[in-house]
């Protein structure tokens, strides 16, 4: 769970972006008939992706990235 306080300093907090995306994963899940989901993110929503696979993994079938910094990113090489 995110502090409050963090969630007007950091709008963009990989955990708090996560937990938006959990929600609205929770709201598809109960429109569809799918009890499954595949998860595909791009850039940030990398970080989302990998969030909500940690929080509900038995609600996953398959999670694809692109671009995300999964790695890390390397900002200045010496």
Do not use: D, F, W
Not at 10 to 23: D, K, M, N, T, W
Not at 51 to 77: E, F, I, W
Request: hydrophobic letters at 40%; proline letters at 5%.
């Amino acid at each position: 769970m995110v502090p409050p306080l963090l969630q007007y300093v950091c709008p963009h907090l990989s955990e708090l972006r996560g937990e938006q995306y959990v929600a609205q994963l929770h709201k598809v899940l109960a429109i569809r008939s799918t009890k499954k989901l595949n998860l595909i993110g791009y850039s940030h929503g990398a970080h989302a992706v990998r969030y909500a696979v940690g929080v509900m993994p038995k609600r996953t079938v398959s999670v694809l990235t692109v671009g995300g910094a999964n790695q890390g990113t390397v900002v200045v090489s010496i």
